[in-house]
């Protein structure tokens, strides 16, 4: 049975092949799924052409600030964070590099750990960039901690 989550990073993927330049076709047999799936998944992933706009704010409304905007966002960035340690955590306790598989299973487990290692990778590369002394910080304090007796 297919869950949710295996559902999600599978869309994933075909997002990100499609957006690489790979056809219905070469996405399917990546992923050892039909055409007919990478099209649904490509839709479904889609953001609607025909939703109406949003309406907009009342004028009376008081908007939201910037500091609310922000304290926003690094909550939901805290929540993404922890739920992202506990996936890791999940799929580390799995070892799913142990469990007996066949073939197209084990292929897709590899491509989802794959492309998940591709996009946290992008997003680490991306997080040095803008905190570059932070990041500088943390390695060496891993080091330092990994290197204590």
């Given at each position: 049975?297919?869950?949710?989550?295996?559902?999600?990073?599978?869309?994933?993927?075909?997002?990100?092949?499609?957006?690489?330049?790979?056809?219905?076709?070469a996405i399917a047999a990546q992923l050892n799924i039909g055409k007919d799936t990478v099209a649904r998944d490509l839709r479904a992933t889609e953001?609607?052409?025909?939703?109406?706009?949003?309406?907009?704010?009342?004028q009376d409304a008081p908007s939201e600030?910037?500091?609310?905007?922000?304290?926003?966002?690094?909550?939901?960035?805290?929540?993404?964070?922890?739920?992202?340690?506990?996936a890791a955590q999940a799929v580390a306790d799995a070892r799913p590099a142990y469990t007996p598989a066949d073939d197209a299973t084990a292929a897709r487990w590899y491509a989802d750990l794959s492309a998940t290692l591709a996009q946290l990778t992008e997003?680490?590369?991306?997080?040095?960039?803008?905190?570059?002394?932070?990041?500088?910080?943390?390695?060496?304090?891993?080091?330092?901690?990994?290197?204590?007796?």
């Open positions: 049975m297919t869950t949710a989550l295996d559902v999600s990073h599978r869309r994933a993927e075909v997002r990100r092949l499609a957006q690489g330049g790979a056809s219905n076709r953001a609607p052409q025909d939703a109406p706009p949003a309406p907009p704010a009342p600030t910037l500091a609310q905007r922000l304290a926003h966002r690094r909550t939901q960035t805290e929540t993404a964070m922890r739920q992202l340690s506990a997003c680490a590369n991306a997080f040095a960039e803008y905190y570059p002394d932070t990041v500088a910080r943390a390695t060496t304090s891993t080091i330092d901690r990994a290197g204590a007796p």
